[in-house]
T-cell receptor, first 114, second 110 residues
Framework: GAGVSQSPSNKVTEKGKDVELRCDPISGHTALYWYRQRLGQGLEFLIYFQGNSAPDKSGLPSDRFSAERTGESVSTLTIQRTQQEDSAVYLC????????????FGPGTRLTVT | EDQVTQSPEALRLQEGESSSLNCSYTVSGLRGLFWYRQDPGKGPEFLFTLYSAGEEKEKERLKATLTKKESFLHITAPKPEDSATYLCAVQAGSNYQLIWGAGTKLIIKP
């Protein structure tokens, strides 16, 4: 079956603009995760959804970051008033359930803020 | 504090030269340890899940093992296409989040 897909694959935006990143998880996966990966660094957890609810948003770096999930499917990560330090690859992953199940990752969205 | 440490940071091997990557962890109540492979410009690709000490899993030239303090990813007779960054992550207690290591960059020279 289809894997996790993300769009766009690349996004270049000017400082101060808003951006929306989209994630389509594997069908039937109830858990969805967003991560940030800066160049040459490890994965930084941002937010997790169980169904359409986000039990913990504490990983979001600032109030400029928000995310939603609808229909227990597609999720959107929105970054408002982008800053240069937001430049990174944003990865989405989904898993069948949250507890002790492997996560399957999308290819990521490379965000560059100029 | 829960922590995952991978070593070495980078490993250069000749094709066919077997070796091991290490993932040591200090967590309370291990629920699962995960190995992923990440190629440049791509998302991590799931390899293995280990749940309890003594467990082993194999896939082609890779074998993952788990003890109460660490996991090893053994690579036997590697090929250049095995070159990638290998990531280890742990899920512990009631926490749904994975705790990630920084990865080991593996380079296999032909």
């Amino acid at each position: 079956g289809a894997g996790v897909s993300q769009s766009p694959s690349n996004k270049v935006t000017e400082k101060g603009k808003d951006v929306e990143l989209r994630c389509d998880p594997i069908s039937g996966h109830t858990a969805l995760y967003w991560y940030r990966q800066r160049l040459g660094q490890g994965l930084e957890f941002l937010i997790y959804f169980q169904g359409n609810s986000a039990p913990d948003k504490s990983g979001l770096p600032s109030d400029r970051f928000s995310a939603e999930r609808t229909g227990e499917s597609v999720s959107t990560l929105t970054i408002q008033r982008t800053q240069q330090e937001d430049s990174a690859v944003y990865l989405c992953a989904s898993s069948l359930l949250a507890a002790s199940y492997e996560q399957y990752f999308g290819p990521g969205t490379r965000l560059t803020v100029t | 504090e829960d922590q995952v440490t991978q070593s070495p940071e980078a490993l250069r091997l000749q094709e066919g030269e077997s070796s091991s990557l290490n993932c040591s962890y200090t967590v309370s109540g291990l629920r699962g340890l995960f190995w992923y492979r990440q190629d440049p410009g791509k998302g991590p690709e799931f390899l293995f899940t280990l749940y309890s000490a003594g467990e082993e899993k194999e896939k082609e030239r890779l074998k993952a093992t788990l003890t109460k303090k660490e996991s090893f990813l053994h690579i036997t007779a590697p090929k250049p296409e095995d070159s990638a960054t290998y990531l280890c992550a742990v899920q512990a207690g009631s926490n749904y989040q994975l705790i990630w290591g920084a990865g080991t960059k593996l380079i296999i020279k032909p």
